[in-house]
């Protein structure tokens, strides 16, 4: 996997990890349980609000404590890892009561095992439903693991219902309940958590919404699975060190060599998205921008754009249309990368225009803003394309592309992302607070926080980044997976400056790219 993702498991990854730890290294499962539900009562008594106490040489100590702890305990392994907890808990003081959803004979060897080593009296067998009302203090969510996938069934759903409800504080131990950890899709009976312990490694699911919305921070704990485990390829987390790959300018450098990208946009009305994305181009390095802009509206673009070069096209046309795509091909010829789409508008003519300078463009193109809504749900002549395309959608941009619900795009965003990408043969940039890069195989999620990107603009931005990123030279899902995190960090580098994210503009954003583009130090 590319050294800048911090990698992470899907379900049957983590699995392969567990099983090369038990077979191959040796290490007894019920050590590697006796870790994880170690950590989780840990992260419990802190919720709870335990005392510190004195931690012996070469170990670690829990907190005492005199509040509630519920455990509702699966009869799979996660169930097992709450039994330990339950254990340790009890220990140190608390008050815990475990809720099983089965009988001993019911749970897996290892959790047999554990319900074995509990203290006597603090576990009961769930008669018909569990309620609001009969759980107390800090809530382990213990039910369903990372294996899950589908919808909870009875009397799982009901307990969901029930911890939801209740209004007490969540731990959910490796996902919450109803969560799949392998896509980060959740059903609608899904835990809110307010925190999520888990194990080893992050998942995908952790990343990725809308599980990540019902994850609460999530806490990695180490269990003891040794070096040489199955690594995690599902995908990854976008870390700075993505921006050591931005070549950088030297003595012998200009502006042929940082590359020219060319934004071909603009309608009545719109002219600022063309200026937003050039001037995110330029100052993600890119040598020159130039800007095919309607010949009507020029003038507009020349008294906007100091540093960019703006080419007319139509006279007194307000709108790019058909019969200038040849002359746009010829402007855009020599460009190291092209971004279109950013204000061009709807009408048929330019739906038109748009097409044909995607389908007959030599370089690499960012399509993004009303270029991706003129394909429908035809995407073959993309497929087709001569060289490397970026497509940049949002929830609905997407579920129009793919045939679909606006609501099924954000309840199932990594297919969604997945089967665009294969579509089209693109790199797809699913904009969200969990912006999702992939070429159909390889996956990279933006992590940094993301509200003060949610304003008019943003998005024409990060086009003009990922074409300066283009022209600059990296390859395609690592200039959109860099084009990412500098979006981010910007985003974030700007709401220090304003000093409020609910006042940060899509101008704010832009000046903060070339110190959002500093590589880590060392």
Not at 233 to 259: E, H, M, Q, Y
């Amino acid at each position: 996997m590319e050294g800048w993702l911090d990698p992470v498991y899907d379900a049957a990854g983590m699995a392969a990890a567990d099983r090369w730890t038990i077979e191959q290294a040796g290490v007894p499962s019920l050590d590697l349980m006796e870790a994880a539900g170690r950590g989780l009562a840990r992260a419990a008594a802190e919720l709870a609000g335990g005392r510190d106490r004195a931690t012996p040489a070469g170990g670690d100590s829990l907190r005492v404590g005199s509040g509630s702890v519920t455990v509702v305990c699966g009869k799979g392994n996660n169930g097992g890892d709450g039994l330990v907890a339950a254990r340790h808990l009890t220990e140190s003081g608390f008050d815990v009561e475990v809720i099983l959803f089965g009988d001993r004979d019911d749970l897996s060897p290892d959790s047999q095992a554990n319900f074995d080593r509990l203290p006597e009296g603090i576990a009961r067998v769930l008669e018909g439903q569990l309620s609001a009302s009969s759980l107390k203090g800090v809530v382990i969510d213990a039910m369903l693991g990372t294996g899950f996938e589908g919808e909870p069934r009875d009397p799982v759903e009901t307990a969901i219902g029930a911890i939801n409800e209740s209004g007490l504080p969540v731990i959910a131990c490796d996902v919450p309940s109803g969560v799949n950890a392998s896509t980060g899709e959740a059903s609608e009976k899904a835990v809110r958590a307010d925190r999520t312990v888990t194990f080893h490694q992050r998942k995908l699911g952790h990343l990725i919404a809308p599980a990540k919305h019902l994850c609460g921070p999530v806490e990695v704990i180490p269990i003891g699975i040794p070096d040489g485990a199955p690594a995690p390829t599902a995908g990854g987390a976008i870390r700075a060190g993505v921006l050591d790959l931005l070549p950088r300018r030297g003595a012998d450098s200009n502006k042929f060599t940082s590359g020219r990208v060319s934004i071909v946009g603009g309608s009545r009305g719109l002219t600022g998205a063309v200026c937003l994305a050039a001037e995110g181009a330029i100052r993600a390095g890119a040598g020159y921008a130039t800007a095919a802009v309607p010949g009507g509206l020029e003038d507009i673009f020349e008294a906007k754009l100091t540093e960019v070069m703006t080419s007319g096209f139509g006279s007194g046309t307000d709108r790019l249309m058909q019969e200038q795509a040849g002359e746009i091909l010829e402007h855009i010829d020599g460009a190291a990368a092209v971004v279109l789409g950013s204000g061009v508008g709807r009408e048929v003519s330019t739906a038109a225009l748009v097409k044909a300078v995607a389908a007959d463009c030599g370089a690499p193109l960012v399509l993004d803003a009303d270029a991706l809504s003129t394909f429908g749900t035809d995407l073959s002549s993309l497929a087709k394309r001569p060289a490397a395309t970026v497509l940049t959608p949002h929830a609905g941009e997407t579920a129009r592309l793919l045939g679909l619900d606006s609501a099924e795009v954000s309840a199932h965003r990594l297919r969604s992302a997945r089967d665009l990408a294969t579509k089209a043969g693109a790199v797809v940039v699913l904009k969200g607070d969990d912006t999702i890069v992939t070429d159909g195989q390889r996956i990279a999620v933006n992590t940094l926080p993301a509200p003060a990107l949610a304003t008019a603009g943003t998005g024409d931005v990060l086009a003009g980044i990922t074409g300066g990123f283009l022209a600059r030279g990296l390859g395609v899902f690592e200039a959109a997976s860099a084009a990412v995190f500098t979006h981010a960090a910007a985003g974030e580098i700007a709401t220090l400056e304003i000093g409020n994210r609910d006042g940060v503009i899509a101008g704010d954003v832009i000046r903060a790219i070339p110190r959002a583009m500093i590589p880590p130090a060392g």
